[in-house]
């Protein structure tokens, strides 16, 4: 459907299914902490002491791990 009504451009290559995604406090999703993990780039990914449960981000490096 995305294909159809935006085009080929927005049609993500991988769609990855997850318990929980990295949030502040205060709820806001981390995007670009899910970008490094998404491009493999986790040696360096910035400040995370705003996480409200930094084990996700682990959880979320495992899983994609298993994908590779």
């Known amino acids: 459907m995305v294909r159809k009504e935006i085009g080929p451009i ?3 290559d991988v769609l990855h299914w ?3 995604l990295p949030k ?3 709820g806001k999703i981390m995007r670009r902490i899910l970008r490094k993990i998404a491009t ?3 040696s360096n990914l ?3 002491s705003t996480l409200a ?3 996700v981000v682990d ?3 495992a899983e ?4 590779v």
Do not use: M
């Open 40 to 42: 493999g780039d986790t």
């Open 10 to 12: 927005a049609t993500p």
């Open 59 to 61: 959880k979320l490096i």
């Open 18 to 20: 997850t318990d929980s």
């Open 53 to 55: 449960d930094p084990s």
């Open 64 to 67: 994609k791990a298993e994908l």
């Open 46 to 48: 910035g400040d995370t």
């Open 24 to 26: 502040t406090r205060s």
